[in-house]
C-alpha cells in the first residue's frame, strides 16, 4: 500500500502555491506509506533557475553543495535539501550535466534530470520529510508526491519514489509488478542499469526504453500494460504531460478532478478536499488499463 498524489497547474496564478497545495496532499497520503517518501518538482525556482539542466542525486557523504558544485566544477552550483542534492547548470545540457555528476561522483544514485526538474526523496515519516524539504514553499507548474510503505525491496533512499529515469520523466506507482524479476533481466540484457531492487523502478526504465524507442507516453503505457502482471496505478509526468494509468482490474485505487485550474489524481478522493474550486471539480475514477493524458 501506496499513497499517490499529482497536481498539474493551469492557472498560472497558483503556481506560487504548488508547494503549499502538495502538501497538503502529501499529508493526506502519509499514512498510506509512511517508510519513505518523495517530489518531484517542475518549475520550482528556488532549486531550479528557469532555463536550467538540472541532476538531482541522493547527496553523497558529508560533502557540502557548494563542495558538490566545485568538484563537478564550470558554472555548476548545487543546493542539499534533507537527503538530496540538486546540481543545476545555465549553459551545460541535461546530458552533459549528468556526465559531470557522474565523473565527480560515480558512486552517486542519480534521481533526475530535466530542465527545471527537481527530485527529492529519502527515508522517514512523510510529514518530516515535507518539512525537510520546505516543501510548503515550492513554487511551480506541476508536482508529484508519493509515500512509501514497502512490499518488494528495502526501506532506503534509493527505492523512495519517484523514479526519474529519463529527462524530465518521472514515475510514481501503487501496487507490484508480478513479472518484474523477468523484465528486469530482459532490460539488463539490452545494456540497461538499474539503482535499486524496487520493482516500480522496472516500470521506470520500461517506459524510459519505449520513448527511447520513438514512442510517444502515451503509447508506452499501452506497451506497459500489455508486457506487465500485477497490480498497479501508475502517475507518470514530463515536463509538460500528466498522465495516469491503471491495471486490468483496477484493483489499486485511484481518483482524478479537474477544473479549468488545475488537474490532480490521488489514492483517495479526500486528498483534494484542500484545493481550491474542489466543490465544482469534475471527479473520476479511472477506468482500467485506459491511459489518460493532459497537457499543459
Same mark, same amino acid.
Given at each position: 500500500?501506496?499513497?499517490?498524489?499529482?497536481?498539474?497547474?493551469?492557472?498560472?496564478?497558483?503556481?506560487?502555491?504548488?508547494?503549499?497545495?502538495?502538501?497538503?496532499?502529501?499529508?493526506?497520503?502519509?499514512?498510506?506509506?509512511?517508510?519513505?517518501?518523495?517530489?518531484?518538482?517542475?518549475?520550482?525556482?528556488?532549486?531550479?533557475?528557469?532555463?536550467?539542466?538540472?541532476?538531482?542525486?541522493?547527496?553523497?557523504?558529508?560533502?557540502?553543495?557548494?563542495?558538490?558544485?566545485?568538484?563537478?566544477?564550470?558554472?555548476?552550483?548545487?543546493?542539499?535539501?534533507?537527503?538530496?542534492?540538486? /546540481?543545476?547548470?545555465?549553459?551545460? *545540457?541535461?546530458? +552533459? &550535466? #549528468? !556526465? $559531470?555528476?557522474?565523473?565527480?561522483?560515480?558512486?552517486?544514485?542519480?534521481?533526475?534530470?530535466?530542465?527545471?526538474?527537481?527530485?527529492?526523496?529519502?527515508?522517514?515519516?512523510?510529514?518530516?520529510?515535507?518539512?525537510?524539504?520546505?516543501?510548503?514553499?515550492?513554487?511551480?507548474?506541476?508536482?508529484?508526491?508519493?509515500?512509501?510503505?514497502?512490499?518488494?525491496?528495502?526501506?532506503?533512499?534509493?527505492?523512495?519514489?519517484?523514479?526519474?529515469?529519463?529527462?524530465?520523466?518521472?514515475?510514481?506507482?501503487?501496487?507490484?509488478?508480478?513479472?518484474?524479476?523477468?523484465?528486469?533481466?530482459?532490460?539488463?540484457?539490452?545494456?540497461?542499469?538499474?539503482?535499486?531492487?524496487?520493482?516500480?523502478?522496472?516500470?521506470?526504465?520500461? /517506459?524510459?526504453?519505449?520513448?527511447? *524507442?520513438?514512442? +510517444? &507516453? #502515451? !503509447? $508506452?503505457?499501452?506497451?506497459?500494460?500489455?508486457?506487465?502482471?500485477?497490480?498497479?496505478?501508475?502517475?507518470?509526468?514530463?515536463?509538460?504531460?500528466?498522465?495516469?494509468?491503471?491495471?486490468?482490474?483496477?484493483?489499486?485505487?485511484?481518483?482524478?478532478?479537474?477544473?479549468?485550474?488545475?488537474?490532480?489524481?490521488?489514492?483517495?478522493?479526500?486528498?483534494?478536499?484542500?484545493?481550491?474550486?474542489?466543490?465544482?471539480?469534475?471527479?473520476?475514477?479511472?477506468?482500467?488499463?485506459?491511459?489518460?493524458?493532459?497537457?499543459?
Amino acid at each position: 500500500m501506496c499513497g499517490i498524489a499529482g497536481l498539474q497547474v493551469r492557472d498560472p496564478s497558483l503556481e506560487p502555491r504548488l508547494g503549499e497545495l502538495l502538501t497538503g496532499m502529501l499529508h493526506q497520503a502519509a499514512e498510506r506509506g509512511p517508510d519513505s517518501a518523495g517530489v518531484a518538482l517542475y518549475g520550482d525556482a528556488r532549486l531550479t533557475p528557469p532555463g536550467h539542466s538540472a541532476v538531482s542525486l541522493l547527496a553523497p557523504g558529508d560533502a557540502s553543495a557548494s563542495e558538490i558544485a566545485a568538484r563537478i566544477g564550470g558554472d555548476t552550483a548545487a543546493v542539499t535539501v534533507s537527503q538530496s542534492t540538486v /546540481v543545476h547548470s545555465p549553459t551545460l *545540457a541535461v546530458a +552533459d &550535466l #549528468e !556526465k $559531470a555528476v557522474r565523473a565527480a561522483f560515480p558512486q552517486a544514485v542519480i534521481t533526475g534530470r530535466g530542465t527545471g526538474l527537481a527530485v527529492l526523496k529519502g527515508v522517514g515519516h512523510p510529514d518530516v520529510l515535507a518539512e525537510e524539504f520546505d516543501l510548503r514553499a515550492a513554487t511551480g507548474r506541476q508536482g508529484i508526491a508519493h509515500t512509501r510503505m514497502a512490499t518488494e525491496s528495502a526501506v532506503t533512499p534509493e527505492g523512495a519514489h519517484p523514479f526519474s529515469v529519463d529527462e524530465n520523466v518521472c514515475l510514481v506507482h501503487n501496487g507490484s509488478f508480478a513479472n518484474h524479476a523477468t523484465i528486469r533481466r530482459e532490460l539488463r540484457a539490452e545494456g540497461i542499469e538499474f539503482d535499486s531492487e524496487n520493482d516500480s523502478e522496472v516500470g521506470a526504465r520500461f /517506459v524510459a526504453a519505449q520513448l527511447a *524507442a520513438g514512442h +510517444d &507516453l #502515451e !503509447k $508506452a503505457l499501452k506497451l506497459l500494460c500489455e508486457r506487465f502482471d500485477g497490480f498497479y496505478t501508475l502517475l507518470v509526468t514530463t515536463g509538460d504531460t500528466f498522465a495516469v494509468v491503471r491495471d486490468a482490474i483496477a484493483c489499486k485505487p485511484a481518483v482524478v478532478a479537474e477544473t479549468d485550474a488545475w488537474v490532480a489524481m490521488a489514492s483517495e478522493y479526500r486528498y483534494f478536499a484542500h484545493l481550491p474550486g474542489i466543490e465544482s471539480a469534475r471527479v473520476f475514477e479511472p477506468e482500467p488499463e485506459e491511459v489518460y493524458t493532459w497537457q499543459r
